[in-house]
């Protein structure tokens, strides 16, 4: 049986540190999707931006799709027949809100288990709202987020 799962985010943008608990999943199932969410926070790109960007950053993944989903993530993960969900760790903080989404995510739906995967000490201090910032302020993201991602933040200023 083919192994799958999915990745989600708001990704606004996805960085090196997306791209890495992405590549990882992308190594140890058969089929990753990455889950863009519409999102209740206000973004700095569109959804259907956000998508765009996460497909070009990660067009060299074979088996890695990308698609965007505007309802319960559990509910995507059941019409995709999808019953794992990956989520990265940066720093012991993001333990305690990753496990309430976990718990409510398998209180609405038991047949969905969400696995944790680490992220490298390289990466674990970027954040989306970090790399907007700093970008904002016209400082150096390249080495953060992938190329193409680099040249959307550079349209924004
Ligand atoms: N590398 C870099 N940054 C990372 C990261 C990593 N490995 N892991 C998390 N982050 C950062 C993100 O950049 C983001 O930073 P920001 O807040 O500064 O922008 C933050 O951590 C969390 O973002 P993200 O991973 O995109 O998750 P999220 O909390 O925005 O997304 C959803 C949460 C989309 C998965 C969740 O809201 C969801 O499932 N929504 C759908 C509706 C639903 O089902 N709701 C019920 C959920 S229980």
Do not use: W
């Amino acid at each position: 049986m083919s192994k799958k799962a999915i990745v989600p985010g708001t990704f606004d943008p996805i960085t090196n540190g997306h791209k890495e608990i992405i590549a990882k999943a992308a190594c140890m199932f058969d089929e990753v999707i990455v889950a863009v969410a519409k999102s209740h926070k206000q973004t700095m790109f569109s959804l259907d931006t956000r998508t765009t960007l996460a497909a070009e950053v990660l067009s060299e993944l074979d088996n890695v799709t990308v698609k965007s989903f505007d309802n319960l993530l559990v509910d995507f993960a059941r019409d995709n027949d999808c019953k794992i969900i990956v989520r990265g760790l940066r720093v012991v903080s993001d333990f305690e809100y990753e496990l309430q989404l976990a718990n409510m995510n398998r209180n609405i739906n038991k047949k969905i288990e969400t696995v944790f995967l680490t992220a490298s000490p390289d990466n674990s201090f970027i954040s989306s709202s970090l790399v907007k910032d700093v970008a904002s302020h016209h400082g150096d993201i390249t080495k953060f987020v992938p190329k193409e991602v680099a040249v959307a933040l550079k349209s924004k200023k």
